[in-house]
């Protein structure tokens, strides 16, 4: 069986896991402290960084979008990759949106500073980064509102991993406790509920929620 080493919360180990369960592709989950750098993460994700797969016969792989494209590849069916090379072009550029320009400047600061920080290591919440990170929020939303503009899916009119990594992000920052603005953003706000709801990205926010629960006990 596959095996992903990763950790709840992790956006980019929901992601990978979001696309296992779409395709409904077995694993097991290893659940992995990114932030222990000891020889069993780094031996399969040369950069410390959580998710890594393992194959069948051992063989690692690090790095979500690097995974989901051989997910992709092994197990083709449900297709979450676009046939149209152009729209399948605008389908990594959402992800690369989401995992190098969301992440950064929104995960990294609310999330981080808000959850991990203040309630899993309890190293206390920087309010400041957390002012700069809620700052850069409308610019994020305001480009995903005008390509959503009224349709159901960000690329080609079908679900794709361009939504799976957009949601992953926003997901994160409704775990700090953001909301998108209906008022402002209805597109994405619309859109964001109803991937939200895919039975595969509720099973796994259910799960961090439960988890996050615990942590507040
Ligand atoms: N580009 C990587 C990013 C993965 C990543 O940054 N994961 C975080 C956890 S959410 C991590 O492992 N952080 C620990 C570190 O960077 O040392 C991917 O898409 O898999």
């Known amino acids: 069986m596959l095996k992903i080493y990763g950790a709840l919360l992790s956006p980019f180990v929901r992601k990978v896991r979001c696309v296992l369960s779409e395709k409904q592709v077995p694993y097991e989950l290893v659940a992995t402290n990114p932030f222990d750098k000891s020889g069993d993460l780094l031996k399969r994700s040369p950069l410390g960084r959580i998710p890594a797969l393992e194959d069948e016969q051992g063989r690692p792989l690090a790095d979500s979008t690097v995974i989901v494209e051989y997910l992709e590849e092994r197990f083709p069916t449900p297709a979450l990759f676009p046939r149209d090379p152009y729209e399948r072009g605008r389908m990594r550029w959402f992800d690369e949106y989401a995992d190098g320009g969301m992440a950064p400047s929104l995960t990294a600061k609310i999330f981080f500073q808000r959850v991990i920080s203040a309630k899993l290591i309890k190293g206390g919440c920087d309010e400041a980064v957390v002012q700069s990170g809620l700052k850069e929020l409308p610019t994020f939303l305001a480009y ?70 615990r942590l507040s006990a």
Do not use: M
Request: hydrophobic share 45%; glycine share 8%.
């Open 144 to 213: 995903l509102e005008g390509e959503l503009g009224g349709r159901h899916y960000l690329v080609a009119e079908a679900f794709t991993l361009a939504d799976v990594s957009v949601a992953c992000q926003l997901v994160n920052l409704r775990h700090a406790g953001v909301e998108v603005d209906r008022e402002k953003f209805p597109a994405v706000a619309a859109w964001f509920e109803r991937i939200v709801e895919r039975p595969s990205l509720k099973a796994l926010v259910e799960q961090d929620q439960g988890f996050l629960s």
